[in-house]
């Protein structure tokens, strides 16, 4: 897959359609593409090995021909079926603050894991001792917490260890999942409702889309976007956003935070 930038640009007007135009210069420096050739290496990311086919060349049409609107103050990373626990997403769109990571430790880079579960677990479960958290954590907890207290992501108040406001911890605005299907729509919304783990929006792509009740009760029913990309790209159907309130869905998005940040400071240590 080609990394050129300025052949992937995806801009979402009001009326649903999908710019074909190349996006200017400024607005494709925000913009950067991950897959299994281009992403840097020892950041804790890995990819599929592509098989080429219908579904290969949809994304890539799409990824080449679209573009993406990148808010103001943020930048987007786009990740081309990367690793999770749960597969491999065709492609996750990662809409992020740079200037909240500027004071972010280094020691971020040592974290595992299973570090983002615990720090998610605290998230959403915190404040909570040691001793509690080992009736979740019983392996390496203390290496756990010490890494995790080393990156600034924890702290320790009266004897109960708290994570760190996500306002200086995360700084990822929205999460976009993609899965592409040529024809098994079920297959492709079985696979988007999947993503909702760690997504705020789920989208599926298909070159044609079946103009029936059925297909647009199903979507709607789980809050599933659709996006037709054939001689043009259109919004058929917008994704219901679900950020929890408590931040992050899962300690998934957690690793998307770190490698989006990992990336761009490997690229700036390159330059």
């Not at 990367?82 to 603050?97: A, H, K, T």
């Not at 756990?144 to 108040?157: G, K, M, P, T, W």
């Not at 705020?200 to 792509?205: F, P, R, T």
């Not at 998934?252 to 935070?257: E, L, P, S």
């Amino acid at each position: 897959m080609s990394s050129e930038p300025s052949s992937r640009a995806l801009k979402y007007r009001a009326n649903n359609r999908i710019s074909k135009r190349t996006t200017e210069c400024d607005l494709e420096s925000r913009i950067t593409y991950l897959d299994r050739e281009t992403a840097p290496k020892g950041i804790g990311l890995s990819f599929r090995v592509g098989t080429p086919g219908p579904e290969k060349e949809l994304v890539e049409r799409f990824v080449r021909e679209c573009s993406i609107p990148v808010p103001k103050n943020c930048e987007v990373t786009v990740f081309c079926e990367p690793r999770l626990e749960s597969g491999f997403p065709d492609l996750v769109i990662v809409i992020w603050d740079r200037a909240l990571t500027e004071k972010w430790q280094m020691q971020r880079c040592a974290l595992k894991t299973s570090d983002l579960r615990l720090v998610q677990l605290l998230r959403l479960s915190g404040p909570l001792s040691t001793a509690q958290l080992s009736e979740f954590c019983v392996d390496n907890l203390d290496s756990a917490l010490l890494r995790l207290r080393a990156a600034d992501l924890i702290v320790s108040r009266k004897g109960k260890w708290v994570t760190r406001p996500l306002s200086k911890a995360f700084a990822i605005k929205r999460i976009i999942a993609i899965e592409a299907k040529i024809s098994d729509w079920g297959v492709a919304l079985t696979q988007a409702r999947l993503n909702m783990w760690f997504a705020d929006q789920s989208y599926v792509l298909m070159p044609r889309v079946p103009d029936t009740e059925t297909f647009r009760a199903s979507f709607r029913s789980h809050g599933i976007g659709v996006i037709k990309h054939g001689l043009e790209s259109r919004i058929v159907a917008r994704a219901r956003t679900r950020r929890a309130a408590s931040g992050p869905r899962s300690f998934a998005a957690w690793q998307f935070n770190e490698w989006v940040w990992r990336a761009s400071i490997t690229e700036l240590g390159s330059t």
